[in-house]
């Protein structure tokens, strides 16, 4: 039995928050966003049809509610960071404009802002490092089944497109390309987010190359395969269509969900912390907290026992309760769309 794809269009505006109440609760977006574009806070760019394209919508829609006066993602203090932040998928793109940056520190690399902004600017790292910028600990939670916590800075992705003219009226999304082939596009309440940055720096340092370098996108509150890495261009459209197969980004053109929101009102997300990997060969360390009750032996024992073609999850969410080890759907996948 099929299910009418229009069903899940009537979920778009929740009856209980009008267009009008939530720019009057979010003025930063209310001030970027066009009349009659209320719709896109709530539906993804491109809505499947039957139950999957409901959840879609339902999912989007009830996260945008609950999220309408934009709280902040769950931030950190330095003692949670991991020591060692993982590098996942691409780690250093085979193009040769590329590795000639990375030779020369990135010195001559620029950044096209264009699209529908005011003055269409290309940016150097330099010039990006001279915004106002924002540090922030949080988690990086991977669809995939693990999750790491880092400190990231960089300059809110506002500020950008504020310093190349900013938003024109007709801007819905914001679609950013990456070196090795990567497209995401993210909307205006992502955009305007605080925490939305381009990331330049991790974990007091300059981000490395595995890591996305010179410059990655960082948006808290979505699943790591938003978060791309080795940015080449970003541009500020009115649609989706004509990038890809015009669902919103290469992740949603293979399948996955467009709107990947992690965070609930609370902030905390899902997943467990990875830690710096130990002396025994082929083993890598979860970290878990333990319970009360729990035989101190037993917890090692269990730490100990994780291959690195694991991951895990938390059977309880936050930052308690036992973490279990889990092999992701499919296996980890590193030559198609995922985690980054």
């Keep these: 039995m099929s299910t009418p794809t229009a069903a899940p269009r009537r979920i778009a505006r929740p009856r209980t928050l009008s267009r009008r109440r939530l720019l009057a609760q979010v003025p930063a977006l209310g001030a970027l966003m066009a009349a009659g574009c209320s719709r896109d806070v709530y539906v993804p760019p491109h809505v499947r049809g039957g139950l999957v394209g409901a959840a879609d919508v339902l999912t989007m829609s009830t996260n945008r509610l609950l999220l309408r006066d934009q709280p902040l993602a769950r931030e950190y ?10 590098t996942w998928g691409q780690t250093n793109p085979d193009d040769d404009e590329y590795q000639r940056h990375r030779r020369e520190g990135f010195r001559d690399w620029r950044l096209p802002v264009g699209g529908l902004v005011g003055r269409p600017t290309s940016f150097s790292l330099d010039d990006i490092r001279r915004l106002p910028s924002r540090t922030q600990i949080t988690a990086h939670v991977c669809e995939q089944g693990w999750s790491a916590i880092a400190e990231w800075t960089g300059a809110p992705l506002l500020r950008v497109l504020e310093a190349a003219g900013g938003l024109k009226p007709e801007a819905r999304y914001v679609m950013l390309d990456t070196v090795d082939g990567w497209y995401e596009g993210i909307d205006l309440f992502e955009v305007v987010h605080p925490q939305t940055i381009l990331a330049y720096g991790l974990n007091g340092g300059d981000l490395p190359v595995g890591n996305g370098a010179p410059l990655r996108l960082r948006v808290e ?3 790591g395969y938003k978060n791309l890495k080795f940015l080449k261009s970003i541009q500020a459209v009115d ?5 890809g197969r015009g669902t919103g980004g290469i992740n949603s053109d293979w399948g996955f969900h467009w709107y990947a929101g992690v965070y609930g009102p609370a902030g905390a997300p899902r997943g467990c912390r990875l830690y710096r990997r130990g002396g025994r060969r082929g083993r890598t360390g979860i970290e878990r907290v333990r319970r009360p009750g729990d035989r101190i032996d037993d917890f090692r024992e269990r ?9 895990c999850t938390p059977e309880t969410p936050g930052r308690s309760g036992v973490l279990r080890a889990v092999r992701p759907p499919g296996g980890i996948s590193r030559g198609r769309p995922g985690c980054r």
């Design 77 to 86: 203090g330095p003692e949670d960071i991991a020591p060692d932040f993982p």
């Design 303 to 311: 730490a100990a026992r994780i291959p690195t073609n694991l991951s």
């Design 221 to 223: 509150r979505q699943c």
């Design 239 to 243: 649609s989706m269509a004509g990038f």
